[in-house]
C-alpha cells in the first residue's frame, strides 16, 4: 500500500509571498488532515476533511490559510500571504473509518517551509 | 477541551537499557484513543503504539508496551531493549470517541547511545 504523498519536500520563500503544498492520501482513506508543527512543537491541527467537506477548520488562520479537497482525494494547502511564523513543518496524513473507530492517523514526510 | 502533556522534553538511555516516556491528559470524555507516535530525523510520524480507552488491557507491540491508568489519566510508554534506532522524538496523541483529529503534546526527544 502506498503511503501519504507530500510535495514539495522543502519550500523556501521570502515573507508576503503565497506558496502551496500538495497531498496525496492512502487510496481509500476518507478523511484527510493538515497539521502545523513548529520547530521543537508537537503538530497542531489545522483543517479536517472528511471526503470533500470540511469537518473541523476552526484553527486555520483563514485571513491567510486556504484549503482545498476537490473531488475528495488529492488536498492543495496554501498560505498567502506568508509571515515569518508560517516557519514550519506541514504534515498531511489520513484515515480510514474501515480500521475501525479511533483509527490512527498515516502521516506523509511533511513539507518544511523556511519564510525569511 | 482536551490537553496532552509530555513533561520531559529530552530522555537519553544506552542501548539495551529500558525507558519510559511519561504523558498525562485530561479529558471529560468515558472513552476515548491514546497513542504514541515516534518521529525521526526523516519527519515522517510513525505509529508506535495505540490505546483504547475501555480496553483495561495495556498495549503491547514487541518491544514497546504502555502503562494506561484511566484514573489517573496518565498513559506511560515503556521501550524495553533500547536500540539506537528508537532514536526519535515520541509524542503521545488522543482522540475522542467521535474520531475527530489527533491532540499531540509537545513531545519527548529521546536518544539511544551505544
Known amino acids: 500500500e502506498a503511503g501519504v504523498a507530500q510535495s514539495p519536500r522543502y519550500k523556501i520563500i521570502e515573507k508576503r509571498q503565497s506558496v502551496a503544498f500538495w497531498c496525496n492520501p492512502i487510496?481509500?482513506?476518507?478523511?484527510l488532515y493538515w497539521y502545523q508543527q513548529i520547530l521543537g512543537q508537537g503538530p497542531k491541527l489545522l483543517i479536517q476533511?472528511?471526503?470533500?467537506?470540511?469537518?473541523?477548520d476552526s484553527q486555520l488562520p483563514k485571513d491567510r490559510f486556504s484549503a482545498e479537497r476537490l473531488k475528495g482525494v488529492d488536498s492543495t494547502l496554501k498560505i498567502q500571504p506568508a509571515k515569518l511564523e508560517d516557519s514550519a513543518v506541514y504534515l498531511c496524513?489520513?484515515?480510514?473509518?474501515?480500521?475501525?473507530?479511533?483509527?490512527?492517523?498515516?502521516f506523509g514526510n511533511g513539507t518544511r517551509l523556511t519564510v525569511t | 477541551a482536551q490537553t496532552v502533556t509530555q513533561s520531559q522534553p529530552e530522555m537519553s538511555v544506552q542501548e539495551a537499557e529500558t525507558v519510559t516516556l511519561s504523558c498525562t491528559y485530561d479529558?471529560?470524555?468515558?472513552?476515548?484513543?491514546l497513542f504514541w507516535y515516534k518521529q525521526p530525523p526523516s519527519r515522517q510520524m510513525i505509529l508506535v503504539i495505540r490505546?483504547?480507552?475501555?480496553?483495561?488491557q495495556n498495549a503491547t507491540e514487541n518491544r514497546f508496551s504502555v502503562n494506561f491508568q484511566k484514573a489517573a489519566k496518565s498513559f506511560s510508554l515503556k521501550i524495553s531493549d533500547s536500540q539506537l534506532g528508537d532514536t526519535a522524538m515520541y509524542f503521545c496523541?488522543?482522540?475522542?470517541?467521535?474520531?475527530?483529529?489527533?491532540?499531540f503534546g509537545k513531545g519527548t526527544t529521546l536518544s539511544v547511545s551505544s
Open positions: 496524513a489520513s484515515s480510514s473509518t474501515r480500521e475501525g473507530e479511533g483509527s490512527p492517523l498515516h
Open positions: 487510496s481509500g482513506h476518507a478523511t
Open positions: 496523541a488522543f482522540s475522542n470517541q467521535a474520531g475527530t483529529a489527533l491532540i
Open positions: 479529558t471529560s470524555e468515558s472513552n476515548y484513543y
Open positions: 476533511f472528511q471526503n470533500n467537506g470540511v469537518v473541523d
Open positions: 490505546q483504547e480507552a475501555y480496553k483495561q
